[in-house]
């Protein structure tokens, strides 16, 4: 299963998630921004690449919806709702993210 993570500037929270959920047998991770100002800029060829894509913020899903539209023909793109106020693998960032995906992605 490809899995996408998108927040804001890709500098804390979708690549908290990549390093976490990178050493899952059986997922491949890939993490991405929708500012401008990202590290890793969102394209369309990752939304094409990924099975599901998982946003931080509502704000994310609305960029991504206006931006990428044509490459989201049956895409499953899920909010996570985790606000922009936690640092790069912090704990409490990492229980959350544990808490919201792994029922989403099956047995792990």
Known sequence: MKLL???GK???RSP???AIFADYEGL???SAGVDREADIPLSGEAIIWAD???VMEKSHRRKISKNFQRYLINKRVVCLDIPDRYEYMEPALIELLKKKVLPLIGTF
């Open 5 to 7: 993570f998108v927040c």
């Open 16 to 18: 908290t998630a990549e």
């Open 10 to 12: 890709n500098r804390l």
């Open 28 to 30: 491949d991770i890939d």
């Open 52 to 54: 599901v894509i998982f």
